[in-house]
C-alpha cells in the first residue's frame, strides 16, 4: 500500500462548478500537507499548505485537513479553464522530503 | 528573478550508457532536493542536499544513481549504465534554509528517455 493515495482522474468539470480534490494517506506522522498544481511539461508550483488539521482559504482555493480520518481535500470555487492541471497532494512528517500523491489530471472545459 | 532551471530539457540515450543532468537553484537556497516523475505518477524522492552534504539520501533507487552539489549552488545527478525503467522526468527543487519542506520551488524537469 501507497503512504498517499490520490486518485488520479481523470476529472473533467464544466467551467463554473465547485471541484474537489481528495488524498488519503496512511502515515499519521505526517504533520505538513501540501496542495501543487502541474501544468503539463512544468514543474509542480505549490498552491496551499496546511499544518496539522484544520482548513485554510486562499481566494478560490480551500484546503482542508482531518487528520483523524487520514484525509486531505483541496476545493476550487468558480473553477475556469486556466486551473486545467494536474493537482499533487504531498505530505511531509518535518523532516525535508515529501511524499506525493499520483497526482488527478483535471480539466475545466468552457 | 531566475528560477530553479535544469539542463538538458530532454536527453534520450541507449541504454547502458550514463547520463549526467544539471540543476541550477535560485541564488541563495541551501537545500537542494532531487525527485523523479514516471509518467502519470507523482513524484518519488532522491535525494536532498543541505549546503553540499546530502543528509538524506535515501530515495536513490540504486548504486547506478548518484548526486553531488559543489560551491552550495549547481547539482548533479549521474545515473550509471542506464536502464530502460529508469526513463522519467527528473525534477529538481530548492528551498531557503528555513523553509525547507514547506517552500520547494522545483524546476522545469530533465525528460530522459531510454532506448
Known amino acids: 500500500q501507497k503512504e498517499v493515495e490520490q486518485d488520479p482522474g481523470p476529472l473533467s468539470v464544466p467551467e463554473g462548478a465547485i471541484v474537489s480534490l481528495n488524498c488519503t494517506y496512511s502515515?499519521?506522522?505526517?504533520?505538513?500537507f501540501m496542495w501543487y498544481r502541474q501544468y503539463s511539461r512544468k514543474g509542480p508550483e505549490l498552491l496551499m499548505y496546511?499544518?496539522?488539521?484544520g482548513n485554510k482559504e486562499d481566494g478560490r482555493f480551500t484546503a482542508q485537513v482531518d487528520k483523524s480520518s487520514k484525509y486531505i481535500s483541496l476545493f476550487i470555487r468558480d473553477s475556469q479553464p486556466s486551473d486545467s492541471a494536474t493537482y499533487l497532494c504531498?505530505?511531509?512528517?518535518?523532516?525535508?522530503?515529501?511524499?506525493f500523491g499520483q497526482g488527478t489530471r483535471l480539466t475545466i472545459n468552457p | 528573478g531566475a528560477g530553479v532551471s535544469q539542463s538538458p530539457s530532454n536527453k534520450v540515450t541507449e541504454k547502458g550508457k550514463d547520463v549526467e543532468l544539471r540543476c541550477d537553484p535560485i541564488?541563495?537556497?541551501?537545500?537542494l532536493y532531487w525527485y523523479r516523475q514516471r509518467l502519470g505518477q507523482g513524484l518519488e524522492f532522491l535525494i536532498y542536499?543541505?549546503?553540499?552534504?546530502?543528509?538524506?539520501k535515501s530515495g536513490l533507487p540504486s548504486d547506478r544513481f548518484s548526486a553531488e552539489r559543489t560551491g552550495e549552488s549547481v547539482s548533479t545527478l549521474t545515473i550509471q549504465r542506464t536502464q530502460q525503467e529508469d526513463s522519467a522526468v527528473y525534477l529538481c527543487?530548492?528551498?531557503?534554509?528555513?523553509?525547507?519542506?514547506?517552500?520547494?520551488?522545483f524546476g522545469p524537469g530533465t525528460r530522459l528517455t531510454v532506448t
Open positions: 527543487a530548492s528551498s531557503l534554509k528555513g523553509s525547507g519542506v514547506i517552500e520547494q520551488y
Open positions: 496546511t499544518y496539522s488539521s
Open positions: 504531498a505530505m511531509s512528517k518535518g523532516a525535508q522530503k515529501l511524499v
Open positions: 502515515n499519521s506522522a505526517f504533520q505538513y
Open positions: 541564488s541563495g537556497h541551501t537545500a
Open positions: 542536499f543541505q549546503g553540499n552534504s546530502a543528509p538524506d
